[in-house]
């Protein structure tokens, strides 16, 4: 079945640092891929996505590009925030209308100043 | 606009006592699902619902977990009797329909069972 395998945290970073957030997958056919984001007390948000292959999806200043050969979603930040500080999810969606996400185990994102 | 609305926001039971969680998805959005997110895990999905039906109960443990969705609009999912292990953050999630996929999430229900 559909899985998402990301990296495990946490994470420690100093602002400004570079972020690298890896995340492959494995699915049948062509899934949706999404990076979510959990900020401390709130619930989850849509970060980014990308729907087909070769997409770069971004948002305040993070970005993923789906990767179909190797299966990734890798997500990125060139220089991160205290902000930033939170639990991202790579979830995917697959191919049929509804069907629901199917998230990794998330990885805590710790900046410090 | 309201977002997805989850009460209690909290809740502490002892194990075989029963529990509901209540969600008020976004106005206009059929689609809603309930996710239980375990301690260091990724949301995983108990149910999805289309308006009133439940179209994928497939996750959900029918011995002791239900759920209702009167109307199309509010659901509540029950445990019946809670165990230990049931202890876990239950969120709630909606859509405007199947084919939309932006999905708002609630701020959970964190259910402990001692």
């Known amino acids: 079945g559909n899985s998402v395998t990301q990296m495990e945290g946490p994470v420690t970073l100093s602002e400004e640092a570079f972020l690298t957030i890896n995340c492959t997958y494995t699915?049948?056919?062509?899934?949706?891929l999404f990076w979510y984001v959990q900020y401390p007390g709130e619930g989850l948000q849509l970060l980014l996505k990308a729907t087909k292959a070769d997409d770069k999806g971004s948002n305040k200043g993070f970005e993923a590009t789906y990767r179909k050969e190797t299966t990734s979603f890798h997500l990125e930040k060139g220089s991160v925030q205290v902000s930033d500080s939170a639990v991202y999810f790579c979830a995917l969606s697959g191919q049929q209308a509804g069907t629901a996400l199917i998230f990794g185990k998330g990885t805590t994102l710790s900046v410090s100043s | 606009e309201a977002g997805v609305v989850q009460s209690p926001r909290y809740k502490i039971i002892e194990k075989k006592q029963p529990v509901a969680f209540w969600c008020n998805p976004i106005s206009g959005h059929n689609t809603l699902y309930w996710y239980r997110q375990n301690l260091g895990q990724g949301p995983e999905l108990l149910i999805r619902y289309e308006n009133e039906e439940a179209v994928d109960d497939s996750q959900l443990p029918k011995d002791r977990f239900s759920a209702e969705r009167l109307k199309g609009v509010d659901s509540t999912l029950k445990i019946q009797p809670a165990e230990l292990g049931d202890s876990a953050v239950y969120l709630c999630?909606?859509?405007?329909?199947?084919?939309?996929?932006?999905?708002?999430f609630g701020s959970g229900t964190q259910l402990s069972v001692l």
């Open positions: 999630a909606s859509r405007k329909s199947a084919t939309n996929e932006k999905l708002f």
């Open positions: 699915a049948t056919g062509y899934p949706s």
